[in-house]
């Protein structure tokens, strides 16, 4: 559907789980246990307070998470480029258009115009950080001068 550019995914944290000592059952139970207890966490980590997921999972109850584990997955030699601000900020945009062109082709839920809204947020904030790195002037220089 075109919600998250896998491009801009730089580290992947896991809870690794344990299902072993549930009967089979059980086990769904305690996956949306977990996935829920997952989705708050990083609902509440976001410094945008959204997190991008078109169907929030069912509320229910918690449970106590494992140590986490968290690495970069981008390696050493790419990781500067795809960080760089105005990379961030062209495929940013490039994915909210070809969000907003499936959703403007399909009946979508409201799920997946919050991602929508979510995307947008992001771009304004990295635009935003990205003025910050210029100094006050009023005339602006080096503007038809390549970004990289």
């Known amino acids: ?21 549930l009967k089979k059952d059980k086990q769904r139970e305690y996956l949306d246990r977990a996935e829920y207890t997952v989705f708050q ?14 169907k929030p999972p069912k509320p229910t109850e918690s449970v106590d998470l494992p140590q986490d584990y968290r690495r970069r997955i981008v390696p050493d030699s790419l990781y ?9 900020i062209a495929r940013r945009a490039n994915t ?9 082709e399909r009946k979508v839920s409201k799920g997946l115009r919050q991602t929508l809204l979510t995307q947008a947020r992001r771009l304004e904030r990295l635009a935003v950080e990205r003025l910050k790195d210029f100094p006050h002037s009023t005339a602006d220089e080096g503007e038809d001068e390549p970004a990289c």
Request: charge should be neutral; glycine fraction near 2%; aromatic fraction near 4%.
């Open 80 to 88: 500067p480029h795809r960080k760089h601000p105005d990379i961030r």
């Open 41 to 54: 966490k990083v609902l509440a980590e976001s410094k945008l307070g959204a997190v991008l997921n078109e």
């Open 1 to 21: 559907m075109h919600v998250l550019d896998p491009f801009e995914v730089a580290e992947v944290r896991v809870w690794p789980l344990n299902l072993e000592h």
């Open 96 to 104: 909210i258009a070809n969000l907003a062109r499936v959703i403007s």
